[in-house]
Nanobody
Framework: QVQLVESGGGLVQAGGSLRLSCAAS????????MGWYRQAPGKQRELVAV???????NILDSVKGRFAISRDNGKNTVYLQMNSLKPEDTAVYYC?????????WGQGTQVTVSS
């Protein structure tokens, strides 16, 4: 089993920044990829950014240039640096990891961007 614990969400004004962290514990070898999804009220969950063990990334077009994903394999932690936040970035952000074709999810952390 894999446990994912997020931190770093909160309320920020438009144009501000937040950094999300997700620490993995349990059976954590071969977690690939790791990343972040988000779900806004009334919308489907969408991929924000994922990163593979070697560092290859896939990032949602609408956040490119504003968000950056990174990973510390030694700490089994993935980060999402969010800059120039917009009200439309408001959502619950979920940490995600895959291991041996099984998907794992964190409990979610709320990000609210006020205009």
């Amino acid at each position: 089993q894999v446990q994912l614990v997020e931190s770093g969400g909160g309320l920020v004004q438009a144009g501000g920044s937040l950094r999300l962290s997700c620490a993995a514990s349990g059976t954590i070898f071969s977690l690939n990829p790791m990343g972040w999804y988000r779900q806004a009220p009334g919308k489907q969950r969408e991929l924000v950014a994922v990163i593979t063990t070697p560092g290859i990334t896939n990032i949602l077009d609408s956040v490119k240039g504003r968000f950056a994903i990174s990973r510390d394999n030694g700490k089994n932690t993935v980060y999402l640096q969010m800059n120039s936040l917009k009200p439309e970035d408001t959502a619950v952000y979920y940490c995600y990891a895959r291991r041996t074709r099984v998907d794992y999810w964190g409990q979610g952390t709320q990000v609210t961007v006020s205009s």
